[in-house]
């Protein structure tokens, strides 16, 4: 854990025309000659400017005396977000006349030379409006936004953080930085990759989602322990919240448990944890993936209230209540609830404790776990079905209560959780009978289930583990596979994947891979849960708007039919394509 | 600076199965029992192993009591480059037995118990023997090349490096690191840019060249000091030693001068370099851009030798050597030399001492500094092709002298340079009555030269820098244009660019943008020439070959039409180019 003072060891000023930050002047610093360098925040009339650089603001006394007339029209006449740099001696403000509210504001700085480094156009709006503007026109002038106060503080602690994760790694435990290319070859199934056509025609790079080959063979090539800030590419047209290109801390290590790599990565979130969000308890508490759909209806819980789901069948068993009972009678049919306190508020289908039958009410109100007032949620079903429905409902009842004023999460914790015991093959989506991975190929199952691999591979547990943040995937990873021969298991047989694609991976795994496991951090999601952001576009200097767009220099853009020869390809329009064959 | 030692606070053995690695162990540690990880480098039969870590060598005495049989098969049967894991007992090497060419020669581990952890196939070569085939051998199974020494010491010593400029920016000197997108606008005259099609018909991403553009904006928006490990992107087709991505060290500040840039970055170099490698003299020597071009016919002179041009102009102006007459009766001119020490080695044509006339031999001598034995080349012209020429042949004549024997350059000497002073402008290669940047159009030029813009820009020198280590570019930075108007007058009326392309950057300018400058560093180049690499492909973990191949996993690849559609784009084959429209 870091506080901001004990980061501010630096020199703010090195190098450059001022003596001191706008934000940093106080009552100690009265009877110094500054130098000042920053933007017009605010101007009183002959009086007064306020003076603005990233550290905070001070205010700038305007010189009176009939000598410095041609000063003061200088600096009279500027207008709001011009560039000025002044010389003054700090004073104390008049008495009774400190400003509270303003961490400079027992002081001001009379001014004795002053210049105009830049002059600004009038904008089209105040800067400190813009937050208030919509998320498009914030974006197109985005320079003008991260000016504010909050994008500041928001890119500052990014900084800070993925510092000290670094100074973790590679200064307290010896991992390596290491660069992997982003031009790279498609991977099989990899429908979200950008392509990036390359002058052999016809071939393209890919623009990798993550680094996940190249770490295992580091791995392989004996580098022992690897990090990496990584850069990624998804390509997943308009989804909300999602940016095409994103960062994440990546990790692999060499002989390595999982349990070795949670205490890594529980340091790794402690060390950089900054002071001012409190403190974070260790270990993580860690629950199994079947435990968390159970109970929570997701694999991401959120922790930071109870609404757990209980089964409550035998409740139902002989209930009147025909669709129940119908689905009691199903194979495996279950009936589940949640219980909402102070509920009625609620707006979803819901059987009160009051309006229960009588017989089956307080056995009900005893098994969920209700007190009068609340409100119980029913679904019945398949168990995968009924659980993840209440999920849903669980998520959307804490939002409703809370935008009715009831307290329920704690907007200042940190719920960290580990998710474990993840399945290793799902059933193929539209396709059932045939299997896919859970995560990825390259995980490793579970030691106690691995008699079932050649039998019952969708039984398998994997030794893949989910890193939550209150209800948010912040990180994942695994130990992986090593032996060449179960990989090639995995892809042929039970994935039915093109081993050719991967060919040079399945070499290099023959060729002495050390056992080998790691981690990837989602760092825009950590740092803007971590700030309290409700966009990781808060935490991005350039983020793209939700269409993928950059709405400040409008990319992507048209390119001309010359240069795109240069890489052998032509745009097909939609309608066209019928035309030409490909 | 920092050494080896100080950096190994770190724990190379937390969260592992060993308890050493194979390179640490000495003679402190006999008596100890350890658990160590690697693979075997080397067997002799019944004996021992010598096992392998990124850490070093270590010898494994195999037991030889009945009682162990089993553990001996074991550890006899495993096949070279396997991966196992030994518990054993340090001890000392019987007396007259240790190995003073190995660092762990004095003690060897008798082992109690073993694992193999993943046999190795029998692979096509001996590990060690891979660095003497050929380079693509060698990029093929790069993950094998990577467990050399050699590739082992490079990656680290990056990764130390580049964490020492972090620490120095980021903890010392309070700079953010910011991550800019590489998803962006075209720039104009992007030549060298990638094309990224997106989901929209018709519109493309590029891969940026660097974040310039983003790095001023972050300055317009009040960021301060920025700097960014940038990954960049340039399409140079097949060039010997261009890599398609690489690294910069990308620093910008605002309210900054260039000296002060130029401090911080020695600052910078002297605070990351290894120990090992020397000591390095602060401030570097600078020289302009006119001396560079006139000593050494190079604007990244190689300081490590003399043999620095000279003007014989005057010797030969009534000499009775037709060509030299003829060249020096031209405009402008002259006749150059340099004087190739010990130089009659060389093939090119030249001029000795001992030929030259008579009358004018002395003279020649004095003017060029020769001495007998040495060789004169001369060169006649004007003064840039004199000197341009004259500076490839010093270059050659060093490698030629060199190649027999002959010591001139001190290949343990780092000579860093600054140039400065460049011209703002050049005349268009093609079209020399049009200007064009001498290195992009954002520089700023030198205040000296300002009031020459608009009557003869061409003359103006410019506030862009250059840092030279042995005669290779290693980083290039400017003071930029801050002033909308003027950055407008040059895009414009000098280099006739389109301004529209540009919009964003001339708004941000126009809307409080501060004085600002900054440099970036190749680091690939600096790490290689650091080591000693003879390419950056030794480097960089995964390099691409020199036309732009994966040759491990075969990028760029073929990609289907299904999915190319995804992007409105279609392969046009070359022959087939003219049969369908654009």
Redesign the interface.
């Known amino acids: 854990m870091w506080s901001k003072e004990t980061?501010l060891?630096?020199?703010?000023n090195?190098?450059?025309?001022?003596t001191h930050t706008c934000g940093e002047l106080r009552a100690v610093h009265i009877g110094q000659e500054v130098t000042l360098?920053g933007?017009v925040q605010y101007r009183r009339q002959d009086l007064f400017i306020v003076l603005?650089?990233?550290d905070g603001l001070i205010q700038i006394i305007l010189p009176q005396e009939e000598t410095a007339a041609q000063l003061k029209k200088i600096l009279c006449d500027i207008s709001l977000?011009?560039?000025i740099?002044v010389t003054g001696t700090v004073i104390s403000r008049p008495s009774g006349q400190a400003n509270p509210n303003m961490v400079t504001g027992e002081i001001e700085v009379r001014v004795q030379s002053a210049e105009v480094?830049?002059?600004?156009?009038k904008?089209p709006f105040e800067t400190k409006e813009l937050v208030k503007k919509s998320e498009a026109l914030r974006m197109r002038?985005?320079?003008?936004?991260?000016?504010s106060s909050q994008?500041?503080y928001n890119?500052?602690l990014?900084?800070?953080m993925?510092?000290r994760m670094?100074e973790y790694l590679?200064?307290?435990?010896?991992f390596?930085?290491?660069?992997?290319?982003?031009?790279?070859?498609?991977t099989p199934g990899g429908?979200k990759e950008?392509?990036?056509?390359?002058?052999?025609?016809?071939?393209?790079?890919?623009?990798p989602q993550s680094p996940q080959?190249?770490k295992q063979?580091?791995m392989?090539?004996?580098?022992?322990?690897y990090f990496q800030v990584a850069?990624c590419?998804r390509?997943e047209?308009s989804k909300p919240d999602r940016q095409?290109?994103f960062?994440q801390i990546d990790i692999e290590?060499?002989?390595?448990?999982q349990a070795?790599?949670q205490?890594?990565i529980e340091g790794l979130i402690e060390y950089s944890w900054p002071e001012e969000k409190g403190t974070i308890t260790l270990p993580f508490p860690s629950i199994t993936y079947a435990e968390a759909m159970g109970s929570y209806g997701v694999d991401k819980p959120d922790t930071r209230f109870g609404m757990k789901i209980t089964d409550v069948s035998e409740v139902f068993r002989d209930a009147d209540v025909s669709f129940l009972r119908d689905a009691l009678g199903q194979p495996c049919g279950v009936v589940r609830s949640i219980s909402v306190p102070k509920g009625v508020v609620s707006v979803a289908i819901f059987y009160s404790a009051d309006r229960q039958q009588n017989g089956e009410k307080s056995e009900l109100c005893r098994a969920a776990g209700a007190r009068v007032g609340d409100v119980l949620i029913l679904t019945a079903g398949d168990p995968n079905t009924a659980n993840a429905a209440l999920g849903k409902l669980r998520l959307e009842c804490a939002t409703i209560l809370e935008s009715k004023g009831v307290a329920l999460r704690d907007h200042n914790a940190f719920n960290f959780l580990w998710v474990v015991d993840f399945p290793l093959f799902l059933p193929k989506e539209g396709n059932p009978e045939e299997l896919e991975s859970a995560h990825h190929p390259f995980t490793a199952p579970h030691p106690e289930d691995a008699y079932l691999m050649c039998t019952e591979p969708q039984k398998v547990r994997s030794q893949h583990y989910d890193l939550v943040l209150n209800g948010n995937e912040i990180g994942g990873g695994s130990i992986r596979i090593?032996?060449m021969e179960l990989q090639h298991y995995v892809l042929e047989t039970v994935l039915k994947e093109d081993t050719g694609l991967l060919l040079?991976l399945l070499e290099?795994?023959?060729?002495?891979?050390?056992?080998h496991g790691g981690i990837a951090l989602g760092l825009d999601r950590l740092i803007a849960l971590t700030v309290g952001a409700s966009s990781i576009r808060d935490v991005?200097?350039?983020p793209?708007s939700f269409r993928?767009r950059?709405l400040?220099?409008?990319?992507?853009?048209?390119?001309s039919?010359e240069?795109?020869?240069t890489?052998?390809?032509?745009?097909?329009?939609?309608s066209s394509?019928a035309h030409?064959p490909?």
């Open positions: 980061c060891r630096f020199h703010l090195s190098f450059v025309f001022r360098c933007w603005r650089d990233f977000e011009s560039v740099t480094l830049n002059s600004s156009r904008l002038y985005r320079y003008l936004d991260l000016r994008l500041q890119l500052r990014r900084s800070r993925v510092m670094r590679c200064n307290l435990h010896g390596v930085d290491v660069e992997t290319p982003t031009l790279f070859k498609r429908a950008f392509v990036v056509p390359s002058r052999e025609p016809g071939k393209f790079y890919s623009l080959q190249f063979l580091l392989v090539g004996g580098l022992d322990r850069r590419y390509d047209g095409p290109e960062t290590m060499s002989f390595v448990n070795s790599i205490k890594l090593h032996d040079h290099a795994l023959d060729s002495g891979a050390p056992p991005i200097a350039f793209k993928g950059d400040m220099s409008n990319a992507p853009d048209l390119v039919p240069e795109l020869s890489y052998h390809i032509q745009v097909s329009q939609p394509q030409y490909p």
